[in-house]
């Protein structure tokens, strides 16, 4: 007797040849992992017996294959028609009756007449480790009475037919006929009224596997999986959850502009809607840190069961507040990747036509495409780029022909752009006004090589493509290390070999990431109304405008660090110059004019000021959230410009009152070394700090008395000069003798191979490189190395 329905409580992973990834894994998750706080919604799964069956019913099964057979699935206009009319054939057939009979008596012992219930897929051959069949059939919500779940779960059998299921199949070598399906029908979390999103236990773009990424939006999930909403987004560093610290290193506040939610009019015929959120809604987190760390718990929680990297959709109960597990599946892009290294550059850039969320980092070039419907897919071509409002998944046979994806809407959780990772093409979605502002065969550059944003460029522009081999790194005899500022490049960094960093630099975190000169926020009571209506659209209407600057200063500082851990990651105090703090909004009002700010209020000098030390306090409380709160104690902190002994002693007297002393909690103190006192006096410098880092740039330019900013001297500009050398050598001795870290962080070492090698023959314990340089120098070092 076959058995047509078998309740989750009753399943595990061993049932995947019987109900599927999806459904299993549910089963799993009911069964093991709800002693240790994952909830998951009841529920009951129909079996793939139950669905060969059906296929059996008045001959539809072979009628299915002869029509497959014949089929090409690369003529996507003929695989329109045969796949319309193969889900014909499903619909039109009726379902046996004891298969029926049994489906209705599960609903009604487990839910009730009245409850909703989602209907979702589960394919026997979906979410395998090798293979992503997100999004390829379809999934019903708030489904309510007894034909409108047959209805339901004749369309989810019908999907397994679905031009993007069949194209897949065909693509990844499945047979047809070897993959059943599975109805999952499962209790309602209303989340409608709440809020839903997609998770994963590594960061989607660059694979890096100590975060928990999360993205979320209000209303039901399928916003953000479709890619219609552009959601909140929120990284959480596993050791730190795991260690009971503050993990969540950092947040992107979404657009989130519609929710989908029950649908209001029941005769409409429609299950649920679409409508717009509340402006003040969207200037809001759609999570609390509460339920963030909560998500995080449970997501661990997912990945250490099943020993792979995860990708999870959730939803938080309006009503109750509490958090389900609807779904959950291995992770099959990044978890894949290999021993190489996949590096992209532009080699020139032209205008940014629109920016949005980048996925991957690749670039790709091409004339545009813009498709407003699925009758156009005809127009991309190979090497095209597909511009649109949104992809439907339905469009992932075309999608493999384009050199690029651009879209209006969505997020780096959506089906859209898992299908652009796994085929390996560059995406940049939630871009807004793509459709308006590209124009068909306009000739565009999609760039996902620069960080988090990705940009798409006028014109076809010239790009580099590198290849890394890991194993073929040399040793060599010196620490390389890393100058990185943006933080949305540090988990992609961290996958090039390193001994962590050794320059983050502050000025990106608080010129993109902040944006207000520090003394305007902590002035921000007695502002101007308009200036204050400015700062708090920009911050949100709820934060604290100081809490704002420690809270994003800290979590540029942990994401860089967190991606390097347990490496030391050497943070420079910020050093603007007084131009550039008076271009922050409200830093006109705080900053002098000054004929030469290379040479002026900087540095050391600026810190230990009246005027500025109430903003150098904000920037200690950072410093010490992170190592203290967050547990990231291979911070360590350098001090830029520092001219004198005195000021020396000053600004460690000053660190030491904030909370930042040397030595204890393992604090180290390291100083810049830029200007020819800093050589002069290094055994004096070195009382006061536990090293120095040396920056060629500024040694240069104050040994030979060089502006570096002026055209009119440049050529002059040489770290390799001989007075330059000899300053740098003065200061490396002076640490060697003294038992100090010295480094050095400056640009020569990427430009000059010489000086490189003069370095590590001086004696000097580290080089601090820019990411595109370190492979290259680590490589001809190593030939030249003992």
Request: charged share 25%.
């Amino acid at each position: 007797m076959t058995d047509y329905i078998l309740p989750f409580s009753e399943l595990g992973m061993h049932d995947v040849a019987r109900v599927g990834g999806k459904n299993a894994s549910l089963g799993e998750m009911i069964s093991q992992l709800t002693r240790l706080g994952v909830r998951v919604p009841t529920g009951f799964a129909t079996t793939a017996d139950a669905y060969r069956e059906f296929l059996a019913h008045q001959g539809l099964a072979g009628r299915i294959e002869a029509e497959l057979a014949r089929l090409n699935t690369d003529d996507v206009e003929e695989l329109a028609r045969v796949g319309n009319r193969v889900r014909g054939w499903v619909l039109a057939t009726p379902f046996p009756a004891p298969l029926e009979r049994a489906v209705v008596a599960a609903w009604e012992k487990m839910f009730g007449a009245n409850a909703a219930v989602a209907v979702r897929s589960s394919a026997t051959a979906e979410d395998l480790p090798d293979a992503s069949f997100a999004g390829q059939q379809e999934t019903f919500l708030n489904v309510r009475g007894r034909d409108d779940l047959l209805k339901a779960m004749h369309e989810v059998f019908a999907s397994l037919f679905n031009d993007r299921a069949i194209s897949y199949r065909a693509h990844q070598g499945f047979e047809h006929a070897q993959v059943a399906l599975s109805a999952g029908v499962q209790l309602m979390v209303r989340s409608d009224v709440g809020v839903s999103g997609v998770m994963f236990t590594l960061d989607t773009e660059s694979g890096f596997r100590d975060v928990v990424f999360i993205t979320g939006s209000y209303g039901l999930g399928e916003t953000v999986v479709q890619g219609a909403v552009n959601p909140d987004e929120f990284y959480v560093y596993k050791p730190a959850l795991r260690a009971g610290k503050l993990a969540i290193v950092r947040r992107q506040l979404g657009s989130k502009t519609n929710k989908m939610v029950y649908s209001q009019d029941p005769s409409s015929g429609k299950r649920v809607e679409t409508v717009a959120v509340a402006p003040a809604e969207r200037q809001r987190y759609c999570l609390s840190d509460a339920d963030i760390m909560a998500l995080a718990r449970q997501a661990l929680i997912i990945e250490e069961h099943y020993q792979r990297p995860m990708d999870i959709e959730w939803g938080r109960d309006g009503n109750t507040g509490e958090i389900f597990i609807l779904q959950a599946r291995p992770e099959t892009v990044q978890s894949r990747s290999g021993r190489d290294i996949q590096r992209f550059s532009l080699k020139k850039r032209s205008e940014v036509i629109v920016s949005g969320r980048a996925i991957g980092s690749r670039i790709g070039a091409g004339p545009a495409r813009v498709i407003n419907s699925i009758s156009e897919m005809s127009k991309v071509q190979p090497g095209d780029v597909l511009v649109a409002d949104m992809t439907d998944p339905d469009w992932e046979p075309v999608m493999k022909r384009a050199a690029a994806i651009v879209t209006n809407r969505g997020g780096r959780t959506c089906h859209a752009a898992i299908i652009a990772r796994e085929l390996g093409i560059p995406a940049v979605v939630g871009c807004v006004t793509a459709t308006q502002k590209i124009t068909e065969g306009q000739l565009v550059t999609v760039s996902c090589a620069e960080g988090d944003t990705g940009n798409v460029y006028q014109g076809q522009l010239e790009f580099e493509h590198k290849t890394i081999q890991l194993d073929s790194m040399p040793p060599i005899p010196v620490k390389i290390m890393m100058n990185v500022g943006n933080p949305e490049r540090a988990f992609d960094f961290a996958s090039i070999p390193h001994s962590g960093v050794g320059l983050a630099r502050l000025e990106f975190i608080i010129n993109r990431m902040i944006g207000i000169h520090p003394r305007a926020l902590l002035e921000f009571a007695s502002l101007p109304p308009q200036l204050q209506s400015t700062i708090r659209t920009h911050i949100g209407p709820d934060i604290d405008p100081v809490d704002f600057f420690v809270e994003r200063l800290a979590e540029g500082i942990a994401t860089i660090a967190c991606a390097f851990a347990p490496e030391p990651v050497i943070v420079r105090l910020s050093d603007f110059k007084t131009n550039e703090y008076a271009n922050l909004i409200g830093g006109s009002s705080y900053e002098p004019h000054e004929e030469n700010p290379m040479l002026g209020f900087r540095g050391a000098s600026r810190f230990i000021d009246p005027t500025f030390r109430a903003c150098f306090e904000l920037e200690c409380r950072a410093l010490k959230r992170v190592r203290e709160q967050m547990g990231l104690s291979n911070v360590q902190i350098m001090v830029p410009f520092v001219r004198t002994l005195a000021e020396a002693r000053s600004v460690s007297d000053l660190l030491a009152a904030n909370g930042l002393k040397r030595g204890p909690d393992g604090i180290k103190l390291i100083m810049m070394c830029e200007l020819p006192s800093n050589s002069l006096l290094a055994d004096k410098f070195l009382e006061y700090f536990d090293g120095m880092s040396i920056g060629s740039n500024d040694m240069t330019q104050l040994t030979l008395g060089l502006d570096r900013d002026s055209g009119v001297v440049a050529h002059l500009f040489d770290e390799r000069d001989l007075a330059v050398k000899a300053m740098m050598s003065m200061a490396i001795r002076a640490c060697r003798k003294a038992g100090k870290y010295v480094g050095i962080c400056g640009q020569g070492p990427s430009d000059h191979a010489d000086l490189a090698q003069w370095l590590v023959d001086e004696g000097i314990e580290s080089i601090s490189l820019n990411p595109d340089t370190v492979v290259e120098t680590w490589l001809r070092l190593g030939k030249t190395g003992p």
